[in-house]
């Protein structure tokens, strides 16, 4: 960890086509909608195993939301042909942030359409976009209450989600990328950065948390993950029991562990589909204006798992295929830069663990 170039979070002053725009009041990450290919096998991974709430159902979708939310969902789960992402939805402060919005990103090039309310149901008028980094984002401010279920205990579960945390893209060029949400007024808490310049991966936030989004360096658009959190650990190790216990552990994809960037304990799953799902808890808060970004080097052993853990090879190579918006898998762009997996020996676990005195990695020695 070292200490963080002074210009860090000054990169994303409006220039060129935003010079004089106010970009919209974004809140935090709300919700996504993911497409996959057996509703059924999803209902009892979201519903089932993770016990989201069901607010809505129709015939081909189900209308998700954690334990604490008052808004209608957090999580559209659709059926559809192929397995994908359909939507990344931000919360705007108020509904006169939509016009905003809508001059913002058609400012930076994006498409752009304002859709009524009920476009998605529970959700008011909103502003959908695929955005500069080719991702189908939705912005918006109204949207159905409904009972938030904080202290209804009788219903939580041992592994009970309480919110949703945020939402993890892969782009193949990530200071790029970084650029395009400091414009959008994020601000960046963490980033993997090597000593040549190259940027690996990089966490912005609104809210008062270490993000609502992260862009990780690969050949994207794609969605890499979105992440819900618990209150506590052992919440996060009981989905682990239970995936044991009805012999899905191969559903586990990383972790249990403790992430060096953010801090948070973290467990990482697949669904039916492949789509990732994170599972976190214990980030820490970053809402002073003056909140110190954290560096770390791409070949800190302790960056993705504090406890040195290596991280398995398809948690760099996978990732879901994103739909534009009218709902057409949005073309990859590769990466041109240097691969965190490639310069990392192996996949993770053989870098330095004390650079200053030049040692080998734990796992290094055992092969
Ligand atoms: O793997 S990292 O420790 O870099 C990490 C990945 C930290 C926080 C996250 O939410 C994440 O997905
Ligand atoms: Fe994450
Ligand atoms: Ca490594």
Redesign the pocket.
């Known amino acids: 960890m070292t200490p963080s170039p002074a210009d860090a979070q000054s990169a994303g002053a409006p220039t060129g086509a935003t010079a004089g725009l106010t970009p919209p009041d974004v809140v935090r990450c709300a919700y996504a909608e993911l497409v996959v290919t057996d509703l059924e096998a999803s209902r009892w991974f979201y519903t089932g195993l993770l016990g989201l709430v069901v607010t809505a159902e129709t015939k081909d979708a189900l209308y998700l939301r954690s334990f604490e939310d008052y808004l209608h969902h957090c999580l559209v789960v659709r059926q559809g042909p192929v397995a994908a992402c359909a939507k990344l939805a931000y919360r705007l402060r108020s509904a006169a942030e939509l016009d905003r919005a809508q001059a913002y990103l058609e400012a930076v090039g994006a498409t752009v359409r304002r859709v009524p309310a009920g476009t998605t149901l529970g959700i008011g008028e909103a502003v959908q976009a695929l955005d500069p980094l080719g991702f189908p984002v939705e912005f918006f401010y109204e949207a159905e209450h409904v009972e938030r279920f904080t202290q209804r205990y009788d219903l939580h579960g041992a592994g009970a989600i309480t919110r949703f945390d ?1 939402f ?1 893209v892969v782009v193949p060029d990530v200071p790029a990328g970084t650029r395009y949400y400091q414009g959008l007024g994020f601000r960046v808490s963490e980033d993997i950065r090597d000593d040549e310049g190259t940027v690996y991966a990089s966490w912005l936030h609104r809210k008062a948390t270490v993000h609502d989004v ?1 862009l990780t360096g690969g050949d994207g658009p794609r969605l890499h ?1 979105v ?1 819900f959190s618990t209150h506590e650990r052992s919440q996060i190790l009981h989905l682990c029991d239970h995936l044991g216990a009805v012999r899905r552990s191969d559903q586990i994809e990383r972790g249990p562990g403790r992430h060096g960037v953010t801090n948070a304990f973290y467990l990482y799953l697949l669904d039916p589909d492949g789509h990732r799902i ?1 599972i ?1 808890t214990h980030d820490y808060y970053t809402g002073d204006p003056d909140n110190p970004l954290i560096t770390w080097d791409v070949h800190d052993n302790q960056r993705r798992d504090f406890w040195g853990s290596p991280v398995v090879p398809s948690w760099y190579t996978e990732a879901s295929t994103v739909l534009d918006l009218d709902g057409e898998p949005v073309p990859l762009v590769e990466r041109t830069e240097q691969r965190e997996a490639e310069v990392t020996v192996g996949a993770d676990g053989f870098s330095l663990n004390r650079s200053a005195e030049g040692g080998e990695g734990k796992i290094g020695q055992q092969v």
């Open positions: 945020h993890n992260a993950h992440a994170e976190y």
